[in-house]
């Protein structure tokens, strides 16, 4: 009895000792791995690029650019924002980026206390190094900005516009009111060139920028300037409305029209000749030079950047040239 139980044992062990040496043997074998590292711990910076405009033809633009660049540099970025212009939703992606600790944000300047606060201040206190693309906010303490130089912008549209009408008649100035540091230097741009004029007046009309306020402000001044000869919007995003106001009133082929490309409406407006030229920008160039900037920051490469900005190319296109 007492072998017979010695050699049980005996079997025990060895049959435990067999599915012991097997377990070790899969844990230690040559061709065991750790798990992969997900791409976004593994790349060596993480960026983000933030907007109010997403899926919009112009910042799908932006995106491509800074992602092609930050691809070959081996950096994430990430594009986040909100749809239709919602600033509330806006500044809470941007919050969200600082508190993520990001390497480095790129985003869309708004020029509004509360922007300036989270980059001044928020961004600041953890060390994130802060690029406005195509909308700067010089007093936001950004790093620096990447877009158009938007008073040559102004002008280069006033030149086109003072060849096309001649050195007299009325001109409005179509504006919102939130007085966007981006907006006022088209304007700045505008007049340096048209107060040159004697023969052209020029009248300004503001809006919250609904459609239907945007509506109500060009009846109001076309009642009031039943001779005016030309319209140009400072805020791209006011441009379908206004031209719907002025079709709805008469012909606008007697108009002289003008724009920016920063809308998804205006390039259609243009070849559709509801429009006669858009200032064109170079939104993947603004997105690619960004992305190097940011990253030439994080590496040491370019400390301090330039404050005064990063312009990229501008050019005018008329409706004769709209492909």
Known sequence: MR?????????????????????????????????????????EYRLVLITQELETPFWDKVGAGAR?????????????????????????????AIHSRMDGIIVQGLDTDAFKELVKYKAASYGIPVITVANDV?????????????????????RQLAADMGQEGTVILLRDNGNAYYQ??????????????????????????????????????????????????????LTAAMVQEIGRRSRVKPYHIYSFDD??????????????????????????????????????RQIPLKTSGYHTEIRLRKAEDAP
């Not at 936001?140 to 006033?158: H, K, M, N, P």
């Open 3 to 43: 072998k017979t139980i010695v050699v049980l044992l005996a079997a025990i062990c060895a049959v435990l000792l067999y599915f012991t040496s097997a377990s070790a043997y899969k844990v230690f074998r040559a061709d065991w791995r750790l798990p992969q590292t997900p791409l976004q711990e593994s790349a």
């Open 138 to 158: 010089p007093d936001s303490l950004r790093r620096t900005y990447v877009g158009s130089d938007q008073f040559e912008a102004g002008r280069t549209i006033a």
């Open 263 to 300: 809308s998804p409406d205006t390039l259609t407006l243009l070849r559709e000749g509801l429009i006669d030229g858009i200032i064109e920008q170079s939104p993947e160039e603004m997105g690619r030079i960004s992305t190097a900037l940011m990253i030439d920051w994080l590496e040491g």
């Open 184 to 237: 006022e230097q088209r304007l700045d741009g505008i007049r340096s060139i048209l107060e040159a004029y004697p023969g052209i007046e020029l009248q300004y009309a503001e809006t919250q920028g609904s459609r239907e306020q945007v509506i109500a402000a060009m009846q109001d001044l076309m009642n009031h300037s039943p001779d005016v000869q030309a319209f140009i919007a400072a805020n791209a995003n």
């Open 68 to 96: 092609e660049e930050a691809a070959k540099h081996g950096a994430m970025l990430e594009i986040w924002g909100s749809y239709n212009n919602d600033a509330d939703e806006f500044l809470k992606k941007l919050e969200i």
